[in-house]
């Protein structure tokens, strides 16, 4: 006997065979009847949705735009086969896995990844397994390459900082505070310096620092950290009152203003106020609790440190520190919780200094953020410096349009740049032209190349406005990097390649920013060449624009970009060792010996004659690995 029988099924009640029981009802035919009408009712809605799924098939046809009612379609449980999941996550792994970036794995399984848009001067060491397809290594520095940066020195050196071991014991735990431990802030007091001392120190911070990143505003120093330490009744310098991660703070303002002073030696000084900030701040643990100074003194760390080409992987994680930090403070806007006015303005200062700053980093370190804008609703902070024109009309100062430009481009970039599944082409062209539309305050605009002639101006304002050109046209350079990449290493003429937006992007990026340091090298040189942000991005175009000229030398872009190769490569050849370090410019000789074989080469065969001068064995393509093209294959750089 089959279950359900038959008799359960023609009187409509198999659901409950062979044990069940129904309901009280009327009668059995009046049961039959209302499940003839169910079923008569699904199958004119059953037709009714396949008539309105064909429709929209019809449409989706004559429109690029996908309609996300036909998603899973006719299926109850998106779950319900493993088969679907399959599909999901492992169909087009191929195209999924030309955005993996690269792997560094040392001798003793020390690990390291970035994705495919890392900066070009990210120190890498060990063994490199370029897992993109688009990564070749005629353009591996675009991603990586060792650089000769002077070592780092180790913080906490007691021969070399002059500190007592009771501030080394402090500095060695950081960033999480000792168990137990009988220090205070009064241990902090002897290093103090003098108050004009101090003042001075900070004007130099403000005037050479805060024009790119101010997490910590200057009327908020004055008045919540210099003035309890300095204008006390005996007019002795004291720390009784004053919290230690404000104290942080305190000497992480000292040693960035340090690194622009003109004492016999001030990169021992800073290092000196690096690490007694470093000490200070684990006398409170972050762990039991954390203020918007703890925020503050992170971030100060993670901007000196920035200055530290060794020191990616510190800075890194130091990051992740910062913004589990930040999120304990002020991720919320906290307008919502009666605080006071200059609170609430702090936090929010703090949230979105630290947001632009890791979204910048991602992107620069090809890896993910730590902050989404999607868990926050954290509003922007006053505008502190409105640009009041002529007419009286006020524009949006330098911070405030950073932070917008960073929620509405710079987190776009992000969202791109990490995407799993392949990326979009036609998304990658909107956020392009997002950029480029995106309104820049006059005061902000230079007007072109004829205004580069000028530098009668306020140093940061000068400093603000090449700020905001970089940052449009190096994010433009990291977005477009791998397709740029792409159409060099599969079309003879980069132009007829469907990526050439890419290529002209690319070039023209590139010409903004020799442009840019040319004019900041020529008119303020010293604090240039001190200010290590444009220099990485010059090193990027010189690889951008050689590699057009060496892989396409009959490009019509070749003969100009060689031409600008030649003045950044005289540009970066110049500045500071400390900005530019030797292995730096030896990849970029080679790479400028390369594109002019190349380009010598090319022109050569044009007329039919020889070339001029020598060339190498195989024509200059064959020469440095680092400019060997392989497609897709792992390569190796060892040490």
């Known amino acids: 006997r089959g279950i359900p029988c038959q008799s359960c099924i023609r009187r409509g009640c198999d659901a409950i065979c062979p044990s069940g029981s129904l309901a009280a009802t009327k009668g ?3 049961l039959m009847a209302h499940a003839q009408q169910l079923t008569e009712q699904v199958k004119t809605m059953s037709t009714r949705i396949n008539e309105l799924e064909a429709a929209l098939k019809k449409q989706q046809g004559m429109s690029s735009a996908p309609q996300l009612l036909l998603r899973d379609a006719g299926r109850q449980d998106p779950l319900a086969d493993s088969s679907d999941l399959e599909a999901k996550y492992e169909a087009d792994l191929e195209s999924v896995s030309v955005n993996l970036g690269s792997i560094a794995i040392g001798c003793d ?6 994705g495919e848009t890392v900066d070009a001067e990210v120190r890498r060491k060990g063994i490199f397994f370029a897992v993109s397809a688009i990564a070749s290594t005629v353009l591996s520095i675009l991603f990586y390459h060792q650089d000769g940066a002077i070592a780092s020195k180790e913080l906490g ?3 070399r900082l002059g500190l007592p071991v009771e501030i080394l014991e402090l500095l060695n735990s950081f960033p999480f505070s000792p168990y137990e431990h009988p220090h205070s802030t009064a241990l902090f007091v002897p290093f103090l310096p003098s108050g004009e001392r101090a003042i001075w120190l900070a004007n130099l911070y403000y005037e050479n620092m805060s024009w790119i990143t101010d997490p910590i505003p200057r009327g908020d120093f004055e008045r919540d950290i210099l003035k309890p330490v300095y204008q006390t009744p005996d007019r002795h310098a004291s720390l009784s ?7 942080s703070v305190f000497f992480m303002v000292l040693a960035l203003g340090s690194l622009f002073d003109d004492c016999p030696s001030p990169q021992l000084l800073s290092e000196q106020y690096h690490a007694l900030g470093r000490a200070a701040f684990v006398l409170e643990s972050i762990a039991r609790g954390a203020t918007c100074a703890s925020s503050q003194a992170l971030f100060l760390m993670i901007v000196i440190v920035f200055h530290d080409r060794s020191a990616v992987e510190h800075r890194w994680v130091l990051m992740g520190v910062c913004t589990k930090v930040s999120q304990m403070v002020s991720n919320r806007d906290s307008a919502g919780w009666n605080k006071d006015r200059a609170d609430i303005q702090r936090r929010r200062t703090m ?3 630290l947001y632009s700053w890791d979204a910048w980093t991602s992107v620069a370190y090809g890896r993910p953020p730590a902050l989404n804008l999607g868990h926050s609703d954290c509003r922007f902070p006053d505008d502190r410096d409105p640009f009041i024109k002529e007419d009286g009309s006020s524009e949006l100062g330098f911070q405030a349009w950073k932070l917008r430009f960073s929620a509405a481009c710079t987190s776009i970039a992000v969202q791109l740049a990490f995407t799993v599944q392949p990326l979009d082409y036609t998304s990658l062209l909107a956020l392009d032209k997002r950029i480029r539309t ?14 580069y002639k000028t530098s009668n101006e306020d140093l940061s304002r000068v400093m603000q406005q090449c700020c905001a050109v970089s940052l449009c046209e190096t ?3 990291y977005i477009h990097r791998s397709h740029f990449t792409q159409a060099l290493l599969e079309a003879k003429d980069p132009l007829q390649h469907k990526y050439s937006p890419s ?3 690319a070039y023209r990026s590139s010409l903004a920013l020799i442009a840019n340091l040319k004019f900041l090298n020529a008119t303020h040189p010293k604090f240039t060449r001190r200010v290590r942000y444009f220099w990485s991005g010059l090193y990027m175009c010189c690889v951008l624009l050689g590699a057009i000229v060496a892989e396409s030398p009959g490009c019509t872009l070749s003969a100009s970009a060689l031409a600008e190769l030649d003045t950044a490569r005289t540009i970066y050849e110049d500045a500071s060792p400390l900005c530019c370090p030797p292995a730096t410019k030896r990849i970029l000789d080679k790479l400028h010996e390369r594109a002019h074989v190349a380009f010598e080469e090319y022109q050569a065969k044009q007329h039919d004659r020889e070339p001029s001068w020598p060339l190498s064995v195989d024509g200059g393509r064959g020469a440095p690995v680092e400019l060997d093209i392989a497609g897709s294959r792992t390569t190796v750089i060892d040490n």
């Open 438 to 451: 995106f309104p820049v305050p006059s005061h902000l605009r230079r007007g072109g190349q004829d205004a």
């Open 351 to 353: 949230f979105w200094e």
């Open 241 to 247: 009152n004053m919290h230690a991660h404000r104290l």
């Open 503 to 505: 290529v002209i992007t």
């Open 28 to 30: 059995s035919k009046a």
């Open 475 to 477: 994010i433009l350079l």
């Open 157 to 159: 050196n007691p021969k």
């Open 109 to 114: 399984g020390n690990t390291k990844y970035h």
